[in-house]
């Protein structure tokens, strides 16, 4: 008798969590509805969230979604997809942010001759000059 071969946990609570917020539609889920709703610990929830968004959105071509009032959620409009693209990006160029003048300006404050601290806040510079013109 062939054995059924099992998908790999992440993948299996992304399908669980991915089955549940089409079911939701068009509402969201928060994490504790997500949690009822697939029977699911919080950790595998938020695991399944994970491979949702690194390999079920793109391979079902559903873009997901988090607001505070809704909470998780597939939206089917393009003004929805940009605002949450806006504030993932505000969220990377605040950590941006704070790794320059946290670390990088004070490592090149104390040594303004190291080839890397150059490197490194010319480079960066550039990037969060990007990041906070996609976020506007």
Do not use: N
Not at 85 to 97: A, D, N, S, Y
Request: no cysteine; glycine share 6%.
């Amino acid at each position: 008798m062939a054995r059924r071969q099992t998908l790999p946990l992440a993948e299996h609570y992304g399908d669980l969590v991915r089955v549940a917020l089409m079911e939701a539609r068009p509402a969201g889920l928060q994490s504790s509805q997500l949690v009822a709703a697939t029977r699911l610990r919080k950790s595998q929830v938020t695991r399944g969230l994970r491979q949702l968004r690194d390999v079920g959105a793109a391979e079902h071509l559903t873009p997901i979604i988090w607001r505070r009032r809704d909470g998780y959620m597939f939206s089917d409009d393009p003004a929805d997809w940009i605002e949450y693209e806006k504030k993932q990006l505000l969220q990377v160029l605040g950590r941006l942010t704070r790794v320059i003048t946290g670390t990088v300006v004070p490592h090149l404050a104390r040594r303004p001759e190291d080839e890397w601290a150059q490197l490194v806040i010319a480079q960066l510079t550039g990037v969060r000059a990007t990041l906070a013109q996609l976020a506007k």
